[in-house]
């Protein structure tokens, strides 16, 4: 009997020696970064999600191909929130306890991050988000990232361009009151509108699911404003721009938008009617630094369309991260990833030169994009 | 002025196509006495089936109009048969009707959403070609002269359809007593199919004319539609025809004359419901509804 245990005893070491081995010929021949990607591949914001999981997948295949035997490669692995937060809490704790990745990426939308990224600042795990927009989610915590652009960094961009390109003095502005994102981008846009000194002659709103905007825009157009500004999703948008266009408000007084107008649908929905719509956006696709242009190419190749927004901020996410684990010098030390991370300071990406302000947010320069022969195209270019 | 014109336009266009879907709302709640939950779907589905042809075929919407409003009448068989008929007998028909055809409605929505996916889509640019004409500042388009006069006409059939054919003054009798046609010898529950194909053929042609104005179709479009209905026919009087039409354009000006007052969408709802209340305390029966002597 005691010989017996002893034997036991006796293999369990040797298994035990025999797997640290294996694990330092693997850091011998090259560290191996877990990533948890969680993003919306069902639900509402199926259409972001998609195009975000491309550009992960697309960066992660560079990384691991260029570092060869004992570069750092990335392991991303892909998680469903179905868009809403209940989801996106399970896929937090499956990545933060079972696969013990060493940061998230995502989540898709503004709202799931508000509940999940708390459990990934309590559990001390870095979150790289790369489409929230919305106030406060980087003040949720300190291991709390973004590099896609805020409403109150892109918007004062835009309206300060437009000023200055067209001359604008009195806008009206045309809302959806009912929705946090259409409601906080009308927010930045007043704010906007008052420091650049251009008048607002009316405020109209609208609300979800509306397809009528006719008596809304029918009063607008009456004021004769220069420019109209709209804080809307895409789905209302479209509608708004066709009907203004039918109802007779004339081509010389531009739409200005938000995020939400940011969205090849926009100009599918839209038509022509989306002609010389002027737009914030936090990524200039025709930019012609030749990260962006191997960008635009590889992925246009691999996945038969080329990329919007989103996939390019997914795309720079990954490579931010990377960045990260290289300074921290570890592929599994989250404190030393958080660290390395907030150092982060002029990083050559896609967005253009990119950095972390104190607050975590990102900041890089942002660009005007207007649509012009059914495409997005940089503004006053 | 012309700014109050416009307004008013837009209010009748709207107004047009709310009485339309209404129209066939209250066509087989005056025949059967029992609100057809499901005609919002029907309206939905009409839409995209209209939209499918054009795109999926490239067959004109002048072939896809017709083919779609068909499809939607035999939609209206199929309520008739599963959600109403089987009920028929039972002493709670009315009630028990009613909640059936709330599941019908959740079927068709949900097989909308698994048919066409959950995204906004549109009728391909061009589909039906737009002029624009100014006139005394006022904007019409011939797009929305085409829809009225489409509803217009519809409308007017539907009325020389009731009162001189065969089968529509057979209807009119089984609205008003169902035994009695049956001992004149009507086949009452013909009658009754026919009914439910003439009622979902019309909504139908509202939700196709309301995709093509306002270009975005959606599985769930037929909710925002589907309460404003309800209060239409209840404001024209339950059961009439020229109060469903009259209360569509009472509904539709109240809603647009209120953004353009106030500003503000939020309002919308409450003065036309308001409106709606009124009308409901000085002529209980609605604007044209007659006083009827309930038969217990």
């Known amino acids: 009997m005691k010989n017996e245990r002893f034997r036991k005893g006796y293999r369990l070491i040797l298994v035990l020696i025999l797997m640290v081995s294996v694990r330092s010929v693997t850091f011998a021949a090259g560290q191996e970064v877990k990533i948890g990607a969680a993003l919306s591949m069902t639900g509402a914001a199926a259409a972001y999600g998609a195009t975000q999981k491309n550009g992960i997948q697309l960066a992660s295949d560079e990384i691991n191909a260029a570092a060869g035997s004992d570069g750092i490669k990335i392991v991303p692995l892909f998680d469903d929130d179905a868009s809403v937060p209940q989801q996106g809490i399970n896929v937090y704790n499956k990545f933060i306890n079972a696969d013990r990745v060493a940061l998230i990426i995502g989540p898709t939308l503004s709202n799931t991050a508000q509940v999940t990224n708390r459990i990934a600042q309590q559990s001390g795990v870095p979150v790289l988000a790369i489409s929230n927009t919305a106030k406060g989610i980087t003040d949720i915590g300190d291991y709390i990232f973004r590099d896609s652009l805020t409403e109150a960094v892109v918007i004062p961009n835009t309206i300060r361009v437009a000023k200055e390109k067209l001359g604008i003095k009195k806008v009206a502005i045309l809302y959806g009151d009912d929705d946090a994102f259409t409601k906080g981008g009308y927010d930045a846009f007043k704010n906007a509108l008052s420091e650049a000194g251009i008048e607002i002659l009316s405020e109209m709103t609208f609300a979800k699911g509306d397809r009528n905007f006719s008596p809304q825009l029918t009063q607008l157009k009456s004021l004769n404003p220069d420019a109209i500004v709209v804080s809307a999703l895409v789905e209302e948008a479209s509608g708004i721009l066709s009907q203004a266009r039918q109802l007779g408000i004339p081509a010389t007084v531009p739409i200005i938008g938000g995020n939400g107008f940011n969205s090849p649908a926009l100009i599918k929905n839209a038509g022509e009617s989306a002609e010389g719509v002027i737009v914030g956006a936090a990524w200039n696709m025709t930019s012609t630094n030749p990260l962006n242009k191997h960008f635009v190419d590889a992925y246009t190749n691999r996945f038969g369309s080329p990329p919007d927004q989103f996939a390019a901020q997914a795309y720079a996410g990954v490579y931010i991260a990377l960045e990260a684990v290289k300074k921290a010098g570890s592929a599994d030390n989250r404190k030393a990833i958080r660290e390395a991370m907030a150092q982060i300071k002029d990083f050559d990406t896609v967005l253009g030169k990119f950095s972390f302000t104190a607050g975590r947010d990102a900041d890089h320069t942002p660009v005007v994009q207007t649509v012009k022969g059914g495409k997005f195209v940089v503004f006053g270019e | ?296």
């Open chain 2, 1 to 296: 002025m012309s700014l109050l014109l416009q307004q008013l336009v837009n209010g009748l266009f709207i107004g047009s196509v709310y009485g339309l879907f209404a129209v066939g709302y209250t066509l087989v709640f005056g025949v059967l006495d029992i609100l057809n939950m499901a005609h919002a779907t029907v309206f939905t589905l009409g839409g995209l089936v209209a939209l499918w042809l054009v795109e999926g075929s490239g067959m004109s919407i002048w072939a896809a109009f017709p083919l779609a409003v068909l499809f939607s009448g035999l939609l209206g068989l199929v309520l008739d048969r599963v959600a109403f008929a089987p009920l028929r007998q039972r002493s709670d028909t009315y009630f028990s009707g009613l909640i059936s055809s709330i599941a019908m409605a959740i079927i068709f929505e949900s097989a909308a959403l698994g048919l066409f996916g959950a995204h906004t889509v549109r009728f391909p640019p061009n589909t039906i070609k737009t002029d624009i004409w100014r006139i005394e500042g006022v904007t019409i388009t011939s797009l929305q002269v085409e829809i009225v006069l489409v509803a217009l006409i519809l409308m007017g059939a539907l009325s020389l359809f009731l009162h001189r054919t065969r089968t529509g003054k057979a209807i009119r009798a089984v609205a008003e007593s169902e035994r009695t046609a049956r001992l004149l010898g009507i086949h009452v529950d013909g009658i009754i199919a026919s009914t439910f194909f003439v009622s979902s053929a019309l909504g139908g042609a509202a939700g196709i004319l309301f995709g093509l104005y306002f270009d975005a179709l959606s599985p769930d479009m037929g909710r925002s539609i589907e309460l404003k209905g309800l209060a239409v026919i209840v404001l024209g009087g339950m059961g009439s025809i020229p109060g469903a039409i009259l209360g569509g354009l009472t509904f539709g000006l109240s809603e647009v004359l209120t953004v353009a007052v106030t500003g503000k969408s939020n309002l919308r709802d409450a003065v036309a419901f308001t409106v709606l209340f009124a009308v409901l305390l000085l002529r209980p029966e609605g604007l044209l509804g007659r006083r009827r002597a309930r038969e217990v």
